[in-house]
C-alpha cells in the first residue's frame, strides 16, 4: 500500500486493510479476549493492554479514512499505523494466543477457532472506537456491521 502507483490502488489497498483488521480485531475482542482473562495468568492485565492498542488503532485508522489518500501526511500517519500494528500483533502472539495455546486442549482451541470464523462472518468492516468489549460488539456489533456493509456496497456502487 505504501508503494502503491496510484491514489486508486493505495484507495483500495487501505479500504482492505481497514476491513481486514476491523474484522479481526472484532473477533479477537468478541472471542479471544474473554477466554484469555480466564484462563492465562495475570489474563485481565493482558487483555487490558491489548484493549488500549486496539482502541488507539481504531482511532487512528478513523483519522486515516478522514485523510487525502495521495497526500504525504497520510503516507506518514500510514507508516506510524503499521509499526503500530506490528508491535501490537507481537504482543498478542507473546503475551496472549501462545499462552492461550499452551493452556488450552486441542478441542478447545478448534471450539475458539469456529467462534473466530462466526465472529468475523458478522463483525463490522470499519473501526469503532469505544467497543472493544465482547459484550458491546454483542450488542451493538450486528448493527454497526449492516450499516459499514451497506456503506461499502454503495461506496462500490459509486466508485
Same mark, same amino acid.
Given at each position: ?33 474473554? =477466554? ?8 485481565? *492485565? @493482558?487483555?487490558?493492554? &491489548?484493549?488500549?492498542?486496539?482502541? !488507539? ?53 478448534? =471450539? ?8 468475523? *462472518? @458478522?463483525?463490522?468492516? &470499519?473501526?469503532?472506537?469505544?467497543? !472493544? ?27
Amino acid at each position: 500500500m505504501l508503494s502503491a502507483s496510484s491514489d486508486e490502488a493505495r484507495d483500495k489497498a487501505f479500504t482492505q486493510l481497514r476491513q481486514l483488521l476491523a474484522v479481526h480485531e472484532t473477533a479477537e475482542e468478541m472471542v479471544v479476549h474473554p =477466554r484469555a482473562r480466564h484462563e492465562i495468568d495475570g489474563g485481565d *492485565a @493482558i487483555v487490558d493492554a &491489548r484493549l488500549a492498542e486496539e482502541n !488507539e488503532a481504531k482511532k487512528q485508522l478513523s483519522k486515516l479514512e478522514g485523510m487525502d489518500i495521495g497526500s504525504k501526511e497520510f503516507i506518514f500517519e500510514l507508516t506510524k499505523f503499521r509499526d503500530a500494528v506490528i508491535e501490537h500483533a507481537d504482543h498478542e502472539e507473546t503475551e496472549e494466543f501462545n499462552k492461550l495455546a499452551s493452556q488450552l486442549n486441542s478441542d478447545d482451541l478448534g =471450539r475458539m477457532a469456529k467462534a473466530v470464523q462466526a465472529a468475523e *462472518a @458478522i463483525a463490522p468492516t &470499519r473501526p469503532h472506537a469505544g467497543v !472493544e468489549s465482547a459484550k458491546l460488539n454483542f450488542a451493538v456489533g450486528p448493527f454497526a456491521s449492516m450499516l459499514d456493509r451497506a456503506r461499502d456496497v454503495i461506496k462500490g456502487a459509486v466508485s
